[in-house]
């Protein structure tokens, strides 16, 4: 049994010797000395598993990485499904007339039936319905964020509030990584990240599609005139 044990753990030594070593000649093959003080590691914890961003060039060659039918679908459908869930659930259910003031008549409701409600079966179906509203709700305006690569100002940014901003000669590569998801059943997810020369990284975007994230990646690259760090 000891034998057999000390065989494992050489194994597994030896596999991650190997893949130290495939790490280490793939910084070496970018032959640039900025690959290797970086860390390579994922950014964010918020990843998608499936395709969010679409890549859209204008005319003066400006990239826009818009959201995907597929995110908005997705998003949308939590959204009308805790709105129907509310609907179904709610104590006092507006009439057609009084539909824009649902949400203050649901606030109202809570108050002048608190005893009743906390009681009663139906307010897991509206706390339900209100989980999902909220998911899809701040979903969507996750994937509405606008990711611009404007080439007349030679600016990168990305949000709405506050927006994150970068000038293109800020930019030293372009680094494509991949996460492995914490579930077994879990799809990988690529990440595109931006390097700075000041060695900072900051997160583009991320999703399964391995082959859409190259072809982006790439033709970013030529509009920006740096090199890609793929990763994968």
């Known amino acids: ?41 994922s950014i964010t914890q918020v990843h998608c598993g499936f395709l969010n961003r679409k890549l859209l060039k204008t005319k003066n060659n400006s990239i826009f990485f818009i959201p995907s039918i597929t995110a908005v679908l997705f998003h949308m459908g939590l959204i009308i499904m805790g709105g129907y869930v509310m609907w179904e659930f709610s104590l006092l259910r507006p009439t057609i007339d009084t539909i ?27 706390l339900f319905g209100y989980v999902f509203f909220f998911m899809g709700l701040l979903g969507l305006c996750y ?25 293109f000669d800020e930019i030293h590569a372009i680094q494509i990584i ?38 982006d990646a790439t033709e970013l690259s030529q509009i920006l005139s740096v090199p890609v760090w793929d990763m994968t």
């Open 100 to 126: 824009v003031l649902y949400p203050i008549s649901t606030i109202q409701n809570y108050i002048h039936f608190l005893p009743k409600l906390l009681s009663s079966s139906k307010v897991w179906g509206h």
């Open 143 to 167: 994937s509405l964020r606008p990711i611009v690569f404007n080439t007349d100002k030679r600016l990168y940014s990305k949000g709405f509030l506050y927006t994150e901003k970068v000038s």
């Open 1 to 41: 049994m000891v034998i057999m044990f000390k065989k494992l753990l050489l194994l597994l030594k030896g596999i991650s010797e190997r893949n130290q070593k495939a790490f280490a000649d793939k910084i070496e093959s970018f032959n640039d000395p900025l690959a290797k003080e970086i860390e390579w590691d």
């Open 178 to 215: 991949s996460e492995i998801g914490r579930e077994p059943e879990d799809s990988i997810i690529y990440e595109l990240n931006l390097v700075l020369k000041n060695k900072k990284r900051i997160n583009v975007f991320g999703h399964p599609e391995k082959k859409t994230i190259v072809k």
